[in-house]
């Protein structure tokens, strides 16, 4: 008998599993898994729109904590039967989301799959991605979190609402009650919203474009939602965007089958859309508070547009009832007393402010004004208009100055700041008008055609003594004299300028032209809330802060949002207490008179524009910064081509400055805003920079005004005779300031018959070189080119 050895159980075999029981674990494993799988199923029901539609009121609170208003309790949605529903409008919603709709199980695995992985990643979860997902998440309104244990669920309720309910039935609910913007859910509400019709009467080009604003309301919505997304959500970029993607559910809807290549071909622009309606209770000033809040709320990234429609939310504000009160009653003032469009018909009209009021010290928004009724008005006038702001920009160009330099002449283009010279305000420039503009080197700038720049005053008067027309820059700013900061801030560089314009709080999609050296006199157009803010910034001697509106927002669950000040040290004491200690110049005797508070300091700067198509006045005291701005711009969106309107003649002035109305109504308004305040003033600045330019120029050659051809060597396009851009801006006795006579009071006492020049005989209109375009480019006699009408090119006051 032979003896077999035995084998050694106490090796590595001993921990190898047989393969029983691998495969026994694996049977139990799998069918755990289709346990919970069906139990999952057995547990979930199908959602009913009806029942989990209701919403709750968002109630808005005024800094004080009182109520202002409760809105969003109703929603605007009414159910209609699938008969109801154009078969253009079904056939949209499939050809562009789910072709395979009435073939598919509900779900969309590769969806699914690529959800997952997002959230593995640590990323957002995405949306369905099947007509009967999609149903299904508006349907789940008492849960939209963001979580792995809610997509789980929608993907089983999903399941089984495909394999129970009819498809006709899936597409009647999903399209009665997803969101269409405009507070508008299911497709009756929005061809109301939209279109002032009953949805069983929409056209083919109608539904497809209802299909698109599907994709979201913010970015498609043909109005546009600037105040959530001021670059990417302006009326033209969401127009462009609307309609190309209506244009491609039209064309996969004939590629379908859908829809025939005659018909199709009806509908080759975006359809006309009215305005959008506002809650009667949001009307006067607390719909345009009310937008900017809900606005400030989804930028938090905390609550999304949709939830925040479904209500139950308490925002609290940082707006002042009294204040906004009294910003909007001293507005009315001057339209009750000044505007009169029946009787000027051709000047008054289309009369419209904008303003802001910001706390210095924290960047809450106190006050605005954003136009005559939210319900009738829909732009707020505090927020993106397009206006540009003019001389109002200069102290951005000093501040760069006083904080980098001048340039060295005799280094290259981009230099260290230990490279440049610091600028104080004794620092002289010349106030010459028609002034031909340097490089910082010296060479003559030219553009990339090798056209010059001369650049021209207001009145196109020199200020300063001759031969060479110096003057410091204090008593340039106190003027408003164009051709000194011009100058001045070719020598700083352009980039610095724009660079400390955003220190300031200026947003870089508004600061428009910093190619040109016109940029430096203000052809950009921030909102009265930036530009408010951007000054509130030197007040608090260079700590600069985000300007907000909401301070916190609960809902049942409890605090979801609360704003927390961040600040930053945009600039030095020295440099932004230098720059008040300027602008208090031009409000005690300058072009700002009219807005001199008794017994508290005032800083402040106005501002005019090219053509005179916008005007404005930007002030502070130490606790308070406020932007008032003045333009004519028509609300009718059925006038083609909309532009900025001259502002010669109205309100019966000769030409409207900041000085006038702009300045008036900030004194009204901080007179009362400032009221139990404590009595504070301004820092005492240090002494900064060394005074640059200071050694005399050489007494030039007389020589007679440059000729023909000169000019149309060095301004391409001519300069505008009074015949061109309205009536003549050239000075008065009873207007300005003589060109020598430095000590009267440049025009802009309050008691002035016209309001006040704004400048003295500085600020204005500048020889252009040729325009570059943005959009809306209003072809004016300047070769203006810029957004709504305005000119990177023409120069500003």
């Not at 593995?120 to 099947?130: I, V, W």
Request: proline share 5%.
């Amino acid at each position: 008998m032979i003896d077999y050895p035995r084998h050694d159980k106490d090796g590595w075999h001993r921990w190898v599993p047989s393969w029983r029981l691998v495969s026994g674990l694996c049977i139990a494993f799998f069918g755990c898994l289709v346990g919970a799988a069906g139990l999952a199923y057995a547990m979930v029901s199908v959602p009913v729109i009806d029942e989990s539609a209701t919403a709750q009121n968002n109630v808005y609170y005024w800094a004080d904590n009182s109520r202002m208003v409760a809105t969003g309790g109703e929603r605007n949605r009414q159910s209609v039967n699938l008969s109801q529903i154009p078969k253009a409008m079904r056939n949209a919603v499939i050809s562009q989301e789910n072709k395979t709709f009435y073939d598919d199980s509900g779900i969309d695995p590769k969806g699914i799959a690529r959800a997952v992985f997002n959230m593995a990643k640590g990323g957002e979860t995405q949306g369905g991605s099947t007509i009967t997902q999609q149903y299904v998440k508006n349907a789940m309104l008492n849960d939209q979190s963001q979580t792995i244990s809610r997509k789980v669920k929608e993907i089983f309720v999903s399941i089984k609402v495909g394999a129970e309910e009819p498809k006709d039935k899936i597409l009647e609910g999903y399209l009665n009650s997803a969101y269409y913007g405009r507070g508008a859910y299911g497709i009756q509400a929005a061809a109301r919203a939209y279109f002032n019709v009953d949805a069983v009467k929409l056209n083919p080009g109608q539904c497809a474009f209802l299909s698109a604003v599907l994709k979201g309301a913010t970015y498609y919505d043909p109005a546009g939602s600037v105040s959530i997304d001021p670059v990417g959500a302006t009326p033209e970029a969401n127009q462009k965007r609307a309609k190309a993607q209506m244009q491609d559910t039209l064309n996969k809807m004939v590629e379908y089958g859908h829809l025939s290549q005659t018909e199709r071909a009806k509908y080759t622009e975006l359809p006309a859309t009215k305005n959008p309606q506002s809650n009667a209770n949001l009307g006067g000033q607390i719909g345009y508070l009310v937008r900017l809040a809900k606005s400030s709320v989804v930028r938090s990234g905390e609550v999304s547009e949709q939830q925040l429609e479904k209500g139950g939310y308490s925002i609290y504000t940082t707006f002042d009832k009294k204040k906004v009160n009294e910003l909007e009653k001293s507005v009315q003032k001057v339209y009750k007393e000044k505007i009169d469009p029946k009787k000027r018909p051709e000047k008054d009209t289309y009369v419209q402010f904008g303003g802001a009021s910001i706390d210095t010290e924290t960047g809450a928004i106190k006050a605005i004004y954003g136009g005559e009724d939210a319900t009738k008005h829909f732009t707020n006038n505090a927020d993106v208009t397009g206006a540009q702001v003019g001389s109002t920009f200069k102290p951005f160009v000093l501040a760069a100055a006083m904080k980098w330099g001048v340039r060295d002449p005799d280094l290259g283009e981009v230099q260290a700041q230990d490279e440049r010279t610091r600028v104080s305000p004794k620092s002289l420039y010349s106030g010459k008008n028609n002034l031909k503009i340097n490089n910082y080197d010296g060479s003559i700038w030219e553009n990339e055609k090798g056209e010059q720049w001369r650049q021209e005053n207001d009145g196109q008067d020199s200020i300063g003594n001759p031969p060479d027309y110096k003057i410091d820059l204090r008593e340039a700013m106190r003027q408003s004299v164009n051709s000194a900061f011009v100058q001045l801030g070719m020598d700083v560089g352009l980039d610095k300028v724009k660079e400390s314009a955003m220190d300031a709080g200026l947003l870089e999609d508004s600061l428009a032209g910093s190619g040109y050296p016109s940029f430096s006199i203000g052809v950009s157009d921030p909102s009265a809330i930036r530009m408010a803010s951007a000054y509130a910034t030197f007040a608090d001697s260079g700590k600069q802060r985000e300007p907000y509106s909401v301070t916190k927002v609960t809902h049942k669950s409890g605090t979801v949002y609360t704003h927390k000040v961040e600040e930053k040290q945009a600039f030095t004491a020295k440099v932004a207490d230098n720059v008040t200690d300027v602008l208090k110049t031009v409000v005690e005797k300058g072009t700002g008179t009219n807005a001199q508070l008794p017994g508290r300091d005032v800083a402040g700067k106005t501002g005019t524009t090219d053509g005179n198509k916008s005007a404005w006045f930007v002030g502070y005291t130490p606790q308070l910064s406020t932007a008032i701005s003045m333009y004519r711009y028509p609300d009718d969106e059925s006038i083609k081509d909309r532009k900025f309107l001259e502002m010669y003649g109205t309100g019966g002035e000769k030409k409207i400055h900041g000085a006038s109305f702009p300045s008036t109504i900030w004194q009204d308004y901080m007179s009362d805003a400032v009221k139990g305040m404590k009595v504070e003033k301004f820092p005492k600045p240090e002494p900064i920079g060394e005074v640059i330019n200071d050694t005399p120029s050489p007494t030039p050659t007389p020589s007679p005004s440059p000729s023909a051809s000169e000019t149309e060597e060095t301004s391409p396009s001519p300069t505008p005779s009074p015949s061109d851009t309205g009536p003549s801006t050239s000075p008065s006795a009873t207007e300005t300031c003589g060109v020598w006579e430095w000590n009267c009071d440049d025009g802009s006492n309050a008691g002035n018959g016209n309001g006040g020049n704004d400048s003295g005989g500085s600020e204005g209109t500048g020889s252009p070189s040729p325009s570059t375009t943005e959009t809306e480019g209003d072809g004016d006699s300047n070769g203006n080119g810029n957004t709504r009408g305005n000119s990177i090119l023409g120069s500003n006051g």
